[in-house]
């Protein structure tokens, strides 16, 4: 075979690699340019989702921890001689109620407003001596009440203690239930302009059910995947209730702001239970030995000891 030849066979066998090694290139570059979109995509549905997780009502913030809320509303600082202020024995919230798996605290007893409006002054003269602006935002009060309402629930994980519900019930009383959810409604209406307004994304989809004919008035609010264009997550991001619960022969409206997705499971619970049921059996156990050693000591032990 002639050199002429050889160096044909050669050049043939480059340009072939070369093409492959070309293809590939561009494979790799598309690919690369595709996970970075998906990477975009995914951060920004994160950013949106958790913006939506940073809702307040009342200047509470959802996903914000509880114990840390407390200590606050109390205007105590959070140091060790101060835990049996907020903990419990068993190492939940101090005043923790279990209702329907739902560990729920009325926020009404921790509120300090005297030390909490005293602390609000210092950090604004503070911050006037300091000639630093923006003092409103930065010296906000833990809660911000609202005259409607006279009574204020949190619903919280026990791991973690981080808010996945907060509640208010209202002073007013309704013969009706239609008059009573009515009556909710503008503020329901408030709520929801106010999430939409510090979440303008057009990936958040808001379904208003919050009406008196509905089972359970409800404002709900959905994220519209941006990987999966036709996929709404099934389940809600945010919800709004309303309850008018009925106490003796009146309707109590009840308002709520709810991060279903953040609420601990029913397996969480259940394990929870069991550890707060088996100490409560060692406790008992304990005291009833502690008890029987004093009186012990007190007995007669003639012709038994």
Known sequence: MSKKNNNWIIGIIIFVLLFFAFRKYIQYSENQKLNQEIFEKNQRQSKTIQGLYSSKIFGIKLNDRLDVLLFQLLNIPATYGNTDKVYDE??????????????????????????IETTRNDCLNMYKELEIEDAEQSCLRPIIKNDYFSEYFVKYHPFG???????????????NKNKCIEDLKPYANVLMSKIKNENPSERIIVEDK???????????????????????LKNPILTIEGNCTKFISSYVPIISLNAPLLQPNIDELKKIRKQISEKIKLNTKEDFDRNVKEKEQTIDTQGIK
Not at 94 to 113: A, G, Q
Not at 161 to 175: G, H, L, M, V
């Open 90 to 115: 068993y190492g939940l919230i101090k005043n923790s109620e279990d209702i329907y798996f739902n560990y729920t605290v009325n926020l009404n007893p921790f509120i300090n407003d005297e030390g």
């Open 161 to 175: 203690y981080k808010i996945w519900s907060i509640n208010a019930k209202s002073n007013n009383t309704f013969e």
């Open 210 to 232: 919050f009406y008196p004919n509905e089972t359970k008035p409800i404002i709900k609010f959905f994220y519209k995947s941006e990987i999966y264009e036709t996929l709404v």
